[in-house]
């Protein structure tokens, strides 16, 4: 995901601004806890964003909001 949003210029200044995290910071934090909570989260929060990125990943949206939906709030359904 991370490499999907590096090159996507907008969606990475996007992230940057809404997590308040430095772009020269990502590969680092990329590696810590919360991060792919946040990374999916905000693929999925966002629809034209969402379907650009399942796009371009031939990835079903499903796929991405149930992972989204299993990190934020624990297993509840059907697993990915």
């Not at 966002?46 to 650009?52: F, G, I, R, S």
Request: glycine share 12%; charged share 20%.
């Amino acid at each position: 995901m991370l490499v999907w949003l590096a090159s996507e210029p907008e969606l990475l200044s996007r992230f940057c601004a809404l997590t308040g995290v430095d772009a020269g910071e990502l590969r680092a934090l990329s590696e810590g806890d919360g991060f792919e909570a946040a990374m999916i989260g905000f693929i999925a929060g966002h629809e034209p964003t969402l379907m650009a990125f399942c796009n371009d990943n031939q990835i079903a949206p499903e796929t991405i909001t149930r992972a989204w939906q299993k990190l934020e709030y624990g297993s509840g359904g059907n697993d990915f």
